[in-house]
């Protein structure tokens, strides 16, 4: 059973930065590859990121691509989500999970562990 704690979220201005943490316990952290969701108000929790387990391969939406990098620290058992140039329309609640498979990396349904999410506003 994989544990996930994020932290890092907040309130910020358009165009700033924010940096996310997710902290993994209770497995091989190495063995996962890990992703980034977000939920919007009223809206369905959609993919962000992903970096698989071995390679550290990342994967983005095209909705933030090129404004965000996720990295795994495997020493920490951590996965980091950096943020830049947010944009209003990246309000959401967000979301670190585990996948302990090999397939559909950008799907809800792969992601076996899940955080309590963290809430990112970011203001006009």
């Known amino acids: 059973q994989v544990q996930l704690v994020e932290s890092g979220g907040g309130l910020v201005q358009a165009g700033g930065s924010l940096s996310l943490s997710c902290a993994a316990s209770g497995g091989t952290f190495s063995s996962v590859t890990m992703g980034w969701f977000r939920q919007a108000p009223g809206k369905e929790r959609e993919f962000v990121a992903y970096?698989?387990?071995?390679?550290?391969?990342?994967f983005y939406a095209d909705s933030v691509k090129g404004r965000f990098t996720i990295s795994r620290d495997n020493a920490k058992n951590t996965v980091y989500l950096q943020m830049n140039n947010l944009k209003p329309e990246d309000t959401a609640v967000y979301y670190c999970?585990?996948?302990?498979?090999?397939?559909?990396?950008?799907?809800?349904?792969?992601?076996?562990?899940w955080g309590q999410g963290t809430q990112v506003t970011v203001s006009s």
């Open positions: 970096i698989w387990r071995n390679n550290g391969r990342t």
């Open positions: 999970a585990a996948n302990p498979g090999f397939l559909y990396n950008t799907e809800r349904r792969a992601y076996a562990y």
